[in-house]
Structures are given as structure tokens and as C-alpha cells.
């Protein structure tokens, strides 16, 4: 029969990868050493797959087409950012056996024989698989584009998993790729919710998966979690469990957490479940953006994997600007955003705000203006010059 062997948690920031000036090493290496933990104890429970779960930075799907859960097929994972690519190889059996069920099960899931997966899965290949051969399932989960599946629906479709695996022969572990508290792209960027991040993890610490399952994704999304929804697929695998915290991490704008999901009630004094007092207003943080801003996403969109884009950007934004046929102020959006004058002082987050006054969709423009920072140090670290906008 069938089990799931392992269940686990993971951030996956970019700046994993791209370690811009304002980060604090320390707390990004004490992240990736707890990852690699991970890692070794996936590999001592010998599971036949991987399942990983996680979100999109609106790069694999953008607004043409956003699927509320997809399954990844085929014979290779293609994953890449910031210069980096991963190709683990993917249990296609397995996959494609449970993408089969789970619809026989009315979960409406999308399928993929190829995607291209960003940091959130690269995250994962890079310092939990960290080049195991053990094959994996990718599961791409919407959460930043609304309507989101709930957090109990998204349990509902862990358990439904495990069920199927346990009428199967494998071994699987299964992985959430995301969270905690943080606000990409928005005015709260460097304001992140930590006070509910503690009151999560004394929660799931002390097995009350209810606290955090009965929680909206206007609740989630009021304290910067709505990434943390992967988190309650794999809660809904593990069943009746506990959380052990390997790392967590205040960074300046995110709440880094790397966690493992242990069978059975926590040992020892077990604390009474808690309440969070959510303010329940009626502001989303993330909502879909005006079909008025379509160009403007688009741009940004495509500056994320068009390196000649990005330099003529930085030279004369205007002029892409008018190319892509953007409205005045967004132009003049635009050329502010692409100054990148933040990208000098301790909070960059802040040059994407620009754009997300005018219709921009915050994840895009701050995974946007992330890889335009990294471009701009580059071109000042090679000595070449740019001519500001």
C-alpha cells in the first residue's frame, strides 16, 4: 500500500537567488540550511515521488489563463529564474494516475505536458531535491489572482491525494512552496503581518490545523498568506498532525518559514487553541487588474524574460512604453518605476509602486522590477552605462 511518507513547508523568496544588498545574508543562509534539512530528511524516508506544491508570479500562466489548480506532466520539469534552470525528472505514472482521479473526484484541475515553473519550484530543486533522483509532481496552486480556492477546499484536495496514493504502490513525500507573511508589490511591502505568522505556527505547533483551515482567502489575504494555501493541501495529506519549525525568519519584508509535519498530537502540554482578531476589511491587497492595464502587465510581464526589453527600459522606458501602446500616465508611470531610485536606499520593494497605482498587477510589477535591479547592478558592476530615463 500506498503512504505518504513525509509532509513539509518552504519559502522560496527571489531574493534566495538574487541576494540584493538590502537582504541580511545570515537570515537567508539560516532559511537555506533548513531547507537542506529538509532535504535530508526527505531522502531518509525513500519516497518513490515528491509531490510539490506551489504558487505562480504570474510567469507561467500570466492573464491569459489562470487555472485555480493545474497539473504539470511530462518527462522533465523545465524551471528557471534569475539565470539558473532545474529539470528534475517528473513521475508521469503517478502524476497523470492522480490528475485522472482527483477529476473523477470533481476537483476541476488543469493539466500541463509543459510549463515553464518559477522560483517558487526552483526553490525546491535547488536546496530540498538538491539534485536527488527522486522524481517529482509539480501542482501549481493559485494564489494571487482572485477568486482563490478556499484554504478548506484546498485540504479537501490533500486528502483526497493521500487517498489515492494509499490504493497505490508508492511512496510520496509532499512539499508546500511559500509563505509566510509578506506583501509583494504593494504599499505594506516592508510591513508584514509577523504578529499572525506566530500565532500560525503556535497554532499548527499544537496540531489545531482548524485555526488556519476555517480561514477565508480575504482573511489570508488581509495578513499577507494567501501563499500559504499550498500549505493547507499538504496539511490535508498529512492528516491529524503537528508542526515542527526548522527556521523562521523576520526579514525586512517576509516572513521566512521552513517547516515539517509530524503524525499524531504534539508531545507533551498541548496549549488550548487561540484566536486571531482579524480586522475583516473590505481592501484586498490582490484583486484582478482592470482589463485597462492589460498592456501595461503585459510589458512588464514580458521585460521579466527579454533581457534586450529590460536594457531599453532602463535607456528609454517612454519609448517602450509607447510601443506597447500604454496610456500617458502609464508611460509616466512607468518612467518613474524604471528609475529604480529605491534600488539605491534599504527598501527597493517600493519601486514598483508606481505601476501598481495605475492597474498593475503587484506581483508582476515587484518580480518585474526585481529582475530590472538586478539588471541595473549588473551594468554597473560590468562598468557599462546606462542613460537614465
Known amino acids: 500500500m500506498g503512504k505518504i511518507v513525509a509532509a513539509m513547508a518552504t519559502m522560496h523568496a527571489p531574493q534566495l537567488f538574487t541576494r540584493p544588498p538590502e537582504e541580511d545574508p545570515a537570515?537567508?543562509?539560516?532559511?537555506?540550511?533548513?531547507?537542506?534539512?529538509?532535504?535530508?530528511?526527505?531522502?531518509?524516508?525513500?519516497?518513490?515521488?515528491?509531490?510539490?506544491?506551489?504558487?505562480?508570479?504570474?510567469?507561467?500562466?500570466?492573464?491569459?489563463?489562470?487555472?485555480?489548480?493545474?497539473?504539470?506532466?511530462?518527462?522533465?520539469?523545465?524551471?528557471?529564474?534569475?539565470?539558473?534552470?532545474?529539470?528534475?525528472?517528473i513521475h508521469q505514472e503517478l502524476g497523470e494516475h492522480l490528475l485522472d482521479r482527483l477529476v473523477r473526484r470533481e476537483?476541476?484541475?488543469?493539466?500541463?505536458?509543459?510549463?515553464?515553473?518559477?522560483?517558487?519550484?526552483?526553490?525546491?530543486?535547488?536546496?530540498?531535491?538538491?539534485?536527488?533522483?527522486?522524481?517529482?509532481?509539480?501542482?501549481?496552486?493559485?494564489?494571487?489572482?482572485?477568486?482563490?480556492?478556499?484554504?478548506?477546499?484546498?485540504?479537501?484536495?490533500?486528502?483526497?491525494?493521500?487517498?489515492?496514493?494509499?490504493?497505490?504502490?508508492?511512496?510520496?513525500?509532499?512539499?508546500?512552496?511559500?509563505?509566510?507573511?509578506?506583501?509583494?508589490?504593494?504599499?505594506?511591502?516592508?510591513?508584514?503581518?509577523?504578529?499572525?505568522?506566530?500565532?500560525?505556527?503556535?497554532?499548527?505547533?499544537n496540531g489545531h490545523s482548524d485555526s488556519f483551515l476555517n480561514l477565508t482567502p480575504e482573511q489570508l489575504d488581509e495578513v499577507g498568506n494567501t501563499e500559504m494555501l499550498p500549505w493547507a493541501i499538504v496539511l490535508g495529506a498529512a492528516g491529524r498532525q503537528h508542526m515542527e519549525v526548522l527556521s523562521y525568519q523576520e526579514t525586512a519584508h517576509h516572513g521566512h518559514a521552513v517547516a515539517e509535519f509530524h503524525p499524531g498530537e504534539k508531545p507533551g502540554r498541548n496549549e488550548?487553541?487561540?484566536?486571531?482578531?482579524?480586522?475583516?476589511?473590505?481592501?484586498?491587497?490582490?484583486?484582478?487588474?482592470?482589463?485597462?492595464?492589460?498592456?501595461?502587465?503585459?510589458?512588464?510581464?514580458?521585460?521579466?524574460?527579454?533581457?534586450?526589453?529590460?536594457?531599453?527600459?532602463?535607456?528609454?522606458?517612454?519609448?517602450?512604453?509607447?510601443?506597447?501602446?500604454?496610456?500617458?500616465?502609464?508611460?509616466?508611470?512607468?518612467?518613474?518605476?524604471?528609475r529604480l531610485e529605491h534600488n539605491r536606499t534599504d527598501k527597493p520593494g517600493l519601486d514598483a509602486e508606481p505601476l501598481v497605482e495605475l492597474g498593475a498587477h503587484p506581483v508582476g510589477a515587484l518580480m518585474a522590477i526585481h529582475v530590472l535591479q538586478a539588471e541595473q547592478r549588473r551594468l554597473q558592476n560590468t562598468g557599462e552605462l546606462v542613460t537614465e530615463p
Open 27 to 89: 537570515q537567508l543562509d539560516a532559511g537555506i540550511a533548513a531547507m537542506r534539512e529538509l532535504g535530508r530528511r526527505i531522502e531518509q524516508a525513500k519516497p518513490d515521488a515528491l509531490m510539490v506544491f506551489a504558487s505562480d508570479h504570474m510567469e507561467t500562466f500570466f492573464l491569459e489563463s489562470v487555472p485555480t489548480f493545474a497539473l504539470i506532466s511530462g518527462e522533465r520539469v523545465d524551471a528557471r529564474f534569475a539565470g539558473r534552470s532545474w529539470a528534475p525528472r
Open 107 to 205: 476537483f476541476d484541475l488543469s493539466y500541463s505536458q509543459h510549463a515553464e515553473l518559477g522560483h517558487s519550484f526552483g526553490a525546491v530543486f535547488e536546496w530540498v531535491l538538491e539534485g536527488r533522483d527522486i522524481p517529482v509532481i509539480p501542482f501549481f496552486v493559485n494564489t494571487y489572482l482572485p477568486p482563490l480556492p478556499t484554504a478548506r477546499r484546498c485540504a479537501k484536495l490533500g486528502q483526497a491525494i493521500a487517498e489515492i496514493v494509499a490504493a497505490r504502490p508508492e511512496r510520496m513525500a509532499v512539499i508546500a512552496s511559500g509563505g509566510m507573511s509578506h506583501y509583494p508589490g504593494t504599499a505594506r511591502y516592508y510591513r508584514p503581518a509577523f504578529d499572525f505568522d506566530h500565532w500560525c505556527i503556535q497554532e499548527l505547533e
Open 272 to 338: 488550548p487553541p487561540r484566536t486571531y482578531t482579524f480586522a475583516n476589511h473590505p481592501f484586498h491587497f490582490y484583486d484582478h487588474p482592470a482589463v485597462s492595464a492589460f498592456r501595461l502587465n503585459k510589458l512588464l510581464y514580458d521585460s521579466r524574460f527579454m533581457p534586450q526589453l529590460r536594457l531599453r527600459l532602463l535607456k528609454d522606458a517612454h519609448a517602450v512604453g509607447a510601443e506597447y501602446q500604454l496610456q500617458p500616465g502609464q508611460i509616466r508611470a512607468l518612467e518613474m518605476a524604471c
